[in-house]
């Protein structure tokens, strides 16, 4: 039987789990996939949190524990979230030995609260490294406007990133360059930029899910000729930015120091529109150099009938213009579009960790009861 997801993995495609919970954790499941599906690492956000802490009663004896101490909402939903994520990073402690450490990675993200706060950003970051203390930690941060210098100043520090939220090709240039700008400082900080790595994570899904509503609405043949396109086109124009950024004169001094490249991180690869196929962000993105995390469903469908067909991205940036060419032909103000999706997603987060409190709360309570 074919492997697939072995063939991703060797086309350069490290392939992380986009999910967490203490029952994967605790039933075997995150070693299993480590095991037999070539999974590499895990990515978390206040949704996934949420999610597993509603779910079941796995989290139940530890409530009773910060009960017993006395431990507030939000110190009880640190040491929920951070517990598991630190369990995860001991997890993945032989893949990320093997590695070098560029995979075995497990990201845990800031209070999305703070997303439009820079220094409440970089205290939240840096406590999030603190208290989960283990080197294959990635601590999340937005590319919000706010977050950029975030990014900067937390890498400075000599702490590993995954910098997320990223729609624009344009966004991602300035999260790379605030990368660099981290690692030009941390260098001179006294950090070793070797043990210093970082992802960016760029939204695909959701491009195709806004664009595709605006196109409808236009309904001429020529808009609805586009749906489909914008996403994996956006993704293929955001990986050519990152082979530009990562070959200039800058790059080559801090290559030269040891530093690694911020690889591009294809989030968001369910495919949310039933029309298109399950494995449609997963297949048309498979170049070197990068990650794809992707929910279990996902992961399954690639293993059962992806395409792996070779680098389906390298060299095609002219093509990938040439849709956002027709796009705004078509009547797309695509700058709108990504201003709308770092909306909704800040909020979307925002939403996830209010839920995330009230399900601790809840828990809380009755523990106390």
Request: with cysteine.
């Amino acid at each position: 039987m074919t492997d697939i997801l072995k063939q991703l993995s060797d086309a350069g495609v490290s392939i992380w789990l986009d999910d967490l919970s203490r029952e994967r954790l605790t039933s075997g499941n995150l070693a299993e996939l480590i095991r037999d599906q070539h999974v590499v690492g895990v990515t978390t956000n206040p949704t996934i949190f949420a999610s597993a802490l509603a779910d079941g009663e796995a989290y139940d004896a530890q409530v009773r524990e910060l009960v017993e101490r006395g431990a507030d909402l939000d110190a009880a939903v640190r040491e929920l979230t951070t517990s598991d994520v630190r369990n995860a990073c001991d997890l993945f402690r032989d893949v990320f030995a093997a590695s070098g450490g560029v995979d075995g990675r497990v990201s845990i993200e800031v209070d999305p609260r703070l997303a439009h706060d820079t220094d409440a950003t970089v205290a939240e970051a840096l406590d999030l490294w603190k208290a989960v203390d283990r080197p294959n930690l990635l601590v999340k941060i937005p590319a919000t406007e706010a977050g950029l210098p975030a990014i900067t100043r937390v890498i400075a520090e000599g702490v590993s990133v995954n910098v997320t939220l990223i729609f624009s090709v344009e966004r991602h240039r300035a999260v790379m360059d605030a990368y660099l700008a981290g690692l030009e400082q941390a260098k001179s900080n006294g950090h070793d930029p070797r043990s210093i790595h970082s992802v960016a994570s760029f939204f695909v899904s959701r491009v195709d899910t806004e664009v595709d509503k605006r196109l409808d609405a236009i309904g001429t043949d020529e808009a609805k000729g586009l749906r489909g396109l914008a996403a994996v086109a956006n993704a293929r124009l955001a990986y050519a930015a990152f082979e530009e950024t990562f070959s200039g004169a800058r790059w080559e001094s801090l290559a030269e120091a040891g530093a690694n490249k911020q690889r591009p991180l294809w989030a968001s690869t369910g495919t949310k529109n039933p029309d298109y196929p399950d494995t449609l962000y997963v297949d048309e993105l498979v170049v070197a150099a990068t990650v794809n995390t992707m929910p279990e469903k996902t992961l399954r469908a690639v293993a059962d009938h992806g395409r792996i067909t070779g680098d389906t991205v390298t060299g095609r940036a002219a093509e990938a213009k040439d849709v956002y060419d027709r796009l705004a032909a078509a009547g797309i103000d695509v700058d709108d579009v990504y201003r709308a999706l770092e909306d909704e997603g800040v909020d979307k987060f925002e939403k996830s960790w209010a839920e995330l409190l009230e399900t601790v709360r809840g828990q809380l309570d009755r523990a106390k009861s």
